[in-house]
């Protein structure tokens, strides 16, 4: 935004609009109110279905329903569980319409709809969008930018949705409309690390301009066909740019296989990582990992993977931590007693500001589940709703610590006016409170946030103490594992990266030129990652019970921590240890004159 030097405007729901706490701040971003049906969606009266889908395969009977009173043409039916949407061209009478186009062709909408008992739905009314077109012609015209989220929403998968087709037509509408004009569209990848946790970090990276050529405009001005092939072709190019900027894979399953072998690859010049080459090397596994998946050698590395994170959950270490307890026994003990004092420390200088912020913490965690609870009920595509969880927790703190830390001046200055001091300290402490109290809350959490890295520290040299038998041979499973996933990508890098170096793996540029070029016009790479990722016997060996017959499900992995323990007992941080959630992603559209 500030380096576009233009006024950029951002497309926000206008169901969002409707919080207070978010349209005042939205305002601050010129927003542009967007009314999305899926807000304005109503749960359909009784139940409906397909009784004949070879001779009739439009005609949609009702039981109990109110189609006339709840419908309209050009309205559309949403299916349980995201099965479909159909889109209606006739209504006959309250139990009675005709479709648009035969939902023959998808499995799911065809079994949802011919179940015997019939099914539920929602109606999705159709809205005139122009108003908002014209308004995004006219900025881009007036020489600003439009910030656009072309999925539609926030979710927290590990890969996009299907864009929304509005995109292209703000930027095809804006070009026909005034003519000259040269709309630019620039792909923004927002990559998270943990983006649902307090203090958890972001990587935006932007793709190469996309420049949209004069000929998709004169087909776009034609109308009908013409038209949606136009608005296809550009959005095609849009979404294979956004995905050579971000990372994508079927499941966070899939991400945890994906980084634990990233963590594992050791190259020729071994280095720590910037945080954005974390996401880079991820990106290029991803691309890898799906051109040779079929593979024996990637097979079996996989199965290899799959095993040691298991031993990594038996054992409840992470990665980064297994090469740092070969330790002598006297100084583990020594340092183990070290860090338990360390530990002390951390948590009395820690301890006044949790006291004073423990009020924002609580109605910040109950509030934000709360919220992302009632998000995953009214969503589809969520999994947990950790974006919203983010959202609300940024939010809730947003309001509550001006307001907190006001109250608790409001008491010492009540205090104060109860004794008898003089007029000068009655003013000076009231207004040092207010003034110190940011301070000593940062501290604090500074504090505890070195009291949690030293706790997570001391199981590792636990282990190192009461079995060593066990943590030496966990050590040289990941010596070998490591090895082996080196030399098969040192094999299989330069099938897939002509620019691949083994002692340089970790360049500037974000892709290679075949990459880029594919991703861009939409070639075979990320074709194939679009594919499932984990099939047959690749998603048994997901399950704990495949390797330690155990029946209790495991709770999720906790993400890795920012930091090493080295012999000395410092804490070193590194960034390729930080694991990269399921990002969002945003697409500005630029004018350049």
Known sequence: MR?????????????????????????????????????????????????????????????DTRFTQQLSVTDSIILPKNAGKCQIDKIISDTELLLKSTPVKDPRTLAVLTKPEGTAYKCLPHIDQDA??????????????????????????????????????MALGAMAKYPGLDVKIVPCGLNYFHAHRFRSRAVIEFGNPITIS???????????????????????????????????????????????????????????????????????????????????????????????????????????QVPEINL??????FLLCYRVGVLLVWGLLAFPGAILNLPIVITAKVLSAKKAKEALANSSVKIRGRDVLATWKFLVGLGLIPLLYTFYTIMVLWYCL???????????????????????????????????????????????????????NLRQLREKLSQDITNVIDDFGPKVFSDFDRNNVFRSDSTSKESVSELAEGGRTFSQIATQFLTGRAKELLDDTQIFNWTKEESENEDDQLYFLDKR??????????????PLKTTPITEKS
């Open 3 to 63: 380096e576009c030097h233009r006024r950029v405007s951002f497309l926000i729901a206008a169901k969002s609009m409707k919080q207070k706490a978010i349209k005042f701040f939205s305002k601050l971003i010129h927003p542009i109110p967007v009314m999305r049906p899926q807000d304005l969606a109503e749960n359909g009266a009784g139940r409906i279905q397909l009784l004949n889908p070879k001779t009739d395969p439009l005609r949609i009977l009702g039981i």
């Open 132 to 169: 908002v077109y014209e308004r995004v012609y006219d900025e881009l015209n007036n020489g600003r930018c439009i910030t656009i989220f072309p999925e539609g929403g926030s979710h927290d998968r590990a890969e996009l949705l299907p864009f929304k087709a509005g995109v292209t037509i």
């Open 214 to 320: 004069q000929d998709l405009v004169e087909q776009f001005k034609k109308g009908g066909q013409g038209k949606r092939e136009a608005c296809t072709t550009l959005l095609d190019t849009i979404f294979y740019a956004l995905k050579a900027v971000t990372v994508n894979v079927p499941n966070d399953q899939t991400l945890m296989v994906i980084q634990a072998a990233r963590r594992l690859y050791k190259p020729a010049n071994n280095r720590r990582l910037h945080i954005a080459q974390v996401i880079d090397l991820n990106r290029r596994f991803v691309i890898g990992y799906n051109l040779y998946k079929d593979d024996p050698r990637v097979i079996e590395l996989q199965q290899k993977v799959m095993a040691y994170n298991q031993l990594l959950k038996y054992h409840g270490l992470k990665d980064h």
């Open 328 to 333: 002598r026994e006297w100084w583990t003990f």
């Open 418 to 472: 109860r004794t008898d001091m003089s007029w000068y300290q009655r003013l000076f402490w009231p207004t040092a409170t207010w003034n110190l109290l940011p301070f000593v809350s940062y501290a604090s959490m500074r504090f505890a946030e070195n009291g949690v890295d030293v706790f997570k520290s001391l199981r590792p040299l636990y282990m190192a103490l009461v079995d060593p038998d066990s943590t030496q």
């Open 569 to 582: 007992g410092g804490i070193s941080a590194s960034a390729s240890d930080a694991e990269c959630s399921n």
